[in-house]
């Protein structure tokens, strides 16, 4: 008995050296809210900054495609001498400029204006995908801070039902062993707290790193996360889907490339330089000059051509295979949002207030004799099973409903 003793002593001096189960510095940590995070991504992102330095330089290409080629100044020398007697030498000084065949520029100011066009809308696509991310991992961040203060209440619970023993083990009403089960199931939670802290901890470091910045020393404190039971029905989330950014971009990727063939079927139409320049000689007159290519060769206009369709036909299979990807994914997770509604209902409705209720019976009964400790402990294990499932099911419900608005877009290439 004496060692039986001793050991429930030294399992309750480890038990209040453990200390409380919440970081001392959460008092001091700043509440972070889901839109404060989604700002910051916005600003911080490097996915978004990186689109945003893309569409820029598609500003830039279309800014070229529109200038017109500058002028190019001529000198030359003609009648230099071979012998002495060669006669007069004359030096002309001018300017030619190079006229593309008729509809070829307007082409590219076309091509570069639906490329820069595209390009914003990769660049909205890029931060709907990011906004994304920082929700799912904000919301594993703040579900990880309630299962912590759901292991806190567990750990009353527990601290409760000890004093209770130690109290009737006095009274000489029960065993030490009762009093040595509630230490021992103090200790197992006490570990899930270190578990669920790292948790934490890991979830943060997950948030920041999605908001493009480093974790600060303080954990922030974050909102609860809380169950919409209004769901989008599959039309309107189809419909939703369908009006996304990607999907106007690959319809403008579609309209560049069949633009790129009209550009490539007009290669052999000729460009022009014409050049003016006034000879040192005959000072009273002045010249023109006319440069052409002449087309003999089709090879490299049949190649580009070839090319421009390949890449138009390569387009609309982008375009197929996001909207089969996009459909079926939101399909399936407004399907999952469905059935995990259901289980939150079932949650919601009686699961948690039974366990709850159960509880406090147990309690009771274990009070006046009718409950030993095994069943008791049962009881508590079972409401932190409820508890633990109930969070994984709610944070599950949350990430789906972002994940619902990127669904199927992750795996199509666009390049």
Known sequence: MKRIIGIVLTLGAVVMAAGPCAPAAAAEATRLTLEECLALALKNNPAILSAGQALDAARGRSLQAAALPNPELLAGAEGLPLTKNA?????????????????K??????????????????LE?????????????????AAGQQRLRTLAAAWEDLKSYSALAQSRYAALQTSSVDVSRGLIEELKVKVEIVDARQEIQAGVASLYLSLGLPPGDALPVLEELSFEPQAPALEDALGQARNRPSFKADA???????????????????????????????????????????????????????????????SE????????????????????????REKMALYDASLLRETERL??????????????????????????????????TLLRYAQASAELEVAGEDGVSEE
């Open 87 to 103: 006669g007069e030498k004359e030096i002309s000084v001018g300017v030619q400029e190079l006229f593309e065949f008729p509809g």
């Open 252 to 314: 403008l990727r579609q309209s560049q490339a069949q633009a790129g063939i009209d550009l490539a079927r007009k290669g052999n139409l000729p460009d022009f330089t014409l050049g003016v320049f006034y000879p040192s000689l005959r000072t009273a007159g002045w010249g023109i000059s006319i440069q052409t290519a002449l087309p003999l060769f089709g090879k490299k206009r049949r190649g580009e051509v070839l090319e421009a369709e390949a890449i138009f036909r390569r």
């Open 359 to 392: 509880i406090q019976s147990a309690l009771r009964d274990y009070q006046y004799g009718k409950l030993d400790s095994l069943g008791l402990l049962d009881i508590y294990r079972t409401w932190r099973d409820v508890n633990r499932e109930y969070l994984n």
């Open 125 to 141: 696509r890029v931060r709907s995908q990011v906004r994304a991310r920082v929700k799912s991992a904000y919301f594993e961040a």
């Open 317 to 340: 299979v982008v375009r197929r295979a996001r909207l089969t990807k996009v459909e079926t994914s939101v399909r399936t997770v407004v399907s999952e949002m469905s059935m995990l």
């Open 105 to 122: 520029r307007a082409l590219r100011r076309t091509i570069s204006r639906y490329e820069e066009e595209a390009a914003a809308l990769d």
